[in-house]
């Protein structure tokens, strides 16, 4: 049974969520104010509909509420983005992640219940300033405000040791939860496994400690 979802907002971030959630199978209700983004996406959606999803009424017309997830990618305006949270929080929406412009944004978000809220612009810029810092890091994924897992390629430093061996743990406070080598991927990787020279690991922990690490062993 195919996964439904609604995509309200079809800037470029609702737009690339409605296109990957189709190529990966799953059904899509795209929604958006404006008619050109509505033309645009036709094709591409399950459904795309013109609708304002500030208007309760509109909102229990389309039968949003029936879908098991709900993404709010509205990004110009703030208040049509809460409006659109608090309707579907009090039609009973399972699962609703809502895209942040900012901080107050996101807070406030929160508080009205939303599930999930995401920070695309800024998740971009801290995943750009890790790569730039540092070449071995290959990708970051925040948590929290204050954990996050990273791909870190492993560097001279540390090919050859093993994981008890460099003792990462206890010196920096972070968890090797996995190795991609090649193709295979070691999950929960062995104490004794030795790190090979391209190894890519992911590493999860506090903010402050993974950069600790990357500043001492990856610079």
Known sequence: MKKEFVVVGLGRFGGSIVRELIRLGADVLAIDAKAERVDEYAKIATQAVIADTTDEETVIALGIRNFEHVIIAIGENIQASILT??????????????????????????????????????????????????????????????????????????????????????????????????????????????????????????????????KKMMS
């Open 85 to 214: 949270t608090l309707i579907l929080k009090d039609l009973g929406v399972q699962q609703i992640t809502v895209k942040a412009t900012n901080d107050y944004h996101a807070r406030v978000l929160h508080r009205i219940g939303a599930d999930r809220v995401v920070h695309p612009e800024r998740d971009m810029g801290i995943r750009i300033a890790n790569n730039i810092m540092s070449s071995n890091v290959l990708d970051y994924l925040e948590l929290s405000d204050e954990h996050s897992i990273m791909e870190i390629r492993a560097n001279e430093r540390i090919a050859g040791y093993s994981l008890i061996d460099l003792d990462i743990r206890a010196k920096y406070g972070i968890n090797i939860v996995g190795v991609k080598r090649g193709e295979a991927i070691l999950i929960s990787p062995a104490a004794d496994e030795k790190i090979l020279l391209g190894d890519i690991l992911l590493v999860i922990g506090a903010d402050v400690d993974i950069n600790r690490f990357v």
